[in-house]
């Protein structure tokens, strides 16, 4: 056999085999802004202790927490355009991955209070958001979400979309349209009701 030849598909098969190891290596942490702030809101990263306040166009790296105080607000913006706004009296986390202009997958953890989302449609990534208690899966929706940690209750409201809203305690799952409200209690029940006007106005 050809000296060269072999030498070509020795170069072929190393380069398939380093392909996974470029792709691993081409991942990095998701970012995004804070684009409005209203009053009291902070930040603190995975790597420290100590929240500090949050400034217009603070970016958001993964891993990063967002608090707001009494009658305060938050927006956050991705790269996509999706924004996420949250209430008062609410903590988050933001965490995700993106590869080159490609996001792979987000994730914005609800430890207690309530976001207002507008998340544009991506083509195979979906998004998240989960809590203590629930994930739902989401891709191209706009309402509304939060966890209670008193009643431990957990919801989602839609105002256009689907999401799929499950339980993290039971193998519960409903599939939440536009117009609908799920619910998700301590016990892992779950359920998708219509939404009130009230509430679809709170969540629009």
């Known amino acids: 056999m050809n000296r060269s030849f072999v030498l070509v598909v020795i170069v072929i098969v190393a380069a398939l085999l380093a392909a996974p190891a470029w792709n691993f290596q081409d991942k990095k942490p998701i970012a995004a802004y804070i684009v409005k702030v209203v009053k009291d809101v902070e930040r603190r990263s995975s790597t420290t202790s100590g929240w500090s306040k949050a400034m217009l166009l603070s970016e958001l790296k993964a891993g990063y927490e967002v608090r707001t105080q009494d009658k305060s607000f938050a927006m956050i913006k991705f790269a996509d355009e999706s924004t996420v706004r949250l209430r008062e009296k609410s903590i988050i986390t933001i965490q995700g991955e993106v590869s080159g202009n490609k996001i792979l997958n987000r994730d914005v953890y609800i430890e207690r209070g309530r976001a207002v989302f507008n998340i544009k449609k991506q083509d195979t990534e979906q998004f998240r958001f989960t809590s203590p208690i629930s994930v739902a899966s989401i891709r191209g929706t706009e309402g509304g979400t939060g966890f209670d940690p008193g009643t431990i209750t957990s919801d989602i409201t839609l105002i256009t979309g689907v999401a799929d809203f499950s339980s993290t305690r039971t193998q519960c799952k409903v599939t939440v349209v536009a117009g609908q409200t799920g619910i998700i209690d301590s016990t892992g029940s779950c359920r998708a009701d ?11």
């Not at 219509?194 to 969540?203: P, W």
Request: glycine share 10%.
């Open 194 to 204: 219509t939404a009130s006007s009230g509430t679809l106005q709170n969540n629009n």
